[in-house]
């Protein structure tokens, strides 16, 4: 299997105090746009397991908690600011552990459905439940691997995320170290826990489902 890749990241509220200082010690290295649509099968089963996956630009990714390796527990607070999520860009791949995960779309044969076309997703009963656009500016600040994006959701949400790629069994310790030296150049205080677009989406446009995440804490 390929060399995964595991997105550390920690989102929060850009004031205009924040952006003030972001355009003032960053660089900013693009804007672009994008849709994302999200799918789930009708029982939101890859939801409830952490699971998401999503289109992008024609690209598929499929987003995994990444396991904990015993004893790299961050101090206290600092757990529910950083998300580490693994991330699956290989098609095939992400067929597999969809197919793994919700055990249906066996019928295929040995060598499963044709991944050329969109087909394969009837096969496992997955359908489309969240679709937005995001225009994202694209900042750095010196740090090697470190990122900051601002994002605008056309459903009317704006959020800010610090994230570091780290390959897979990396230092995540030194990524968070990372993100803790940039969020206190940006001046970010707060430890507050801020609400991705996903969550914010779900809150509004599918409550029930939402509720079910919140008690799974998933969100
Ligand atoms: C992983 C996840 C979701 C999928 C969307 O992930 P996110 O990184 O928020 O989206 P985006 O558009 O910024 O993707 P990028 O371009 O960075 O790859 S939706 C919910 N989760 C889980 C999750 C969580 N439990 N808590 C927080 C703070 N974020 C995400």
Redesign the pocket.
């Known amino acids: 299997m390929r060399q995964m890749i595991v ?1 550390v ?3 929060f509220t850009c004031s205009g105090d924040t952006l003030k200082t972001l355009e003032e010690i960053g660089v900013c290295v693009g804007q672009r746009q ?1 849709l ?1 649509q ?1 799918f789930d099968t009708p029982e939101f089963e890859l ?1 409830l397991r ?1 699971l ?1 996956l ?1 289109k ?1 630009k024609e690209c598929w ?1 499929l ?1 995994c ?1 990444a396991e904990m390796v015993t004893g790299t527990e961050e101090p206290s607070g600092e757990q ?2 950083c ?1 580490r ?1 693994k ?1 699956i860009t290989n098609l095939p791949e992400i067929y597999m552990k969809v197919k793994e995960v919700i055990k249906e779309g066996c019928k295929d044969g040995e060598s499963g459905p044709s991944l050329d076309d969109d087909s394969w997703l009837r096969k496992l009963n997955l359908v489309c439940f969240a679709e937005y656009t ?1 225009v ?1 500016q694209s900042f750095t600040l010196g740090e090697e691997g470190l990122q900051i ?1 601002l ?1 605008q959701a056309d459903f009317g949400y704006n ?1 800010g ?1 610090i ?1 570091v790629l780290i390959p897979e069994g990396g230092d995540v310790q030194s990524a968070q170290e990372k993100i803790r030296n940039a969020a206190q150049k940006l001046g970010l205080t707060g430890d507050e ?7 914010v989406y ?1 809150k509004r446009y599918h409550p029930e489902h939402y509720a079910k ?1 919140l008690s799974a804490h ?2």
């Open positions: 997105e990241e920690r989102k994008f994302d999200y939801t952490d998401w999503r992008r990714e987003k908690p529910s600011l998300t999520y991330e995001t994202r994006d994002d959020v995320e994230e826990q801020v609400e991705g677009k996903m969550h779900l995440l998933i969100l």
